[in-house]
């Protein structure tokens, strides 16, 4: 995948440049998540389906150490 960087004037990167072609399969490819991030995603819509909720206080206890 050729880019092309362009600079200002005082040689700070402020653009990228690629292809349309290049652009569409990282767009593409950036949309698409890991299947355990899904399968979450799925889980806490069937659980709020289902009147099951957690405050934000007790899933941010999971993650401390």
Do not use: C, W
């Amino acid at each position: 995948m050729p880019v092309k960087y362009l600079t200002d004037e005082k040689g700070h990167t402020t653009d990228v440049q690629l292809s349309v072609h290049d652009y569409f399969n990282l767009l593409e490819r950036a949309n698409e998540l890991p299947e355990h991030v899904k399968n979450g995603i799925k889980r806490g819509q069937l659980q709020a389906s289902q009147g099951i909720k957690k405050s934000t206080d007790e899933v941010m206890r999971k993650y401390k150490k």
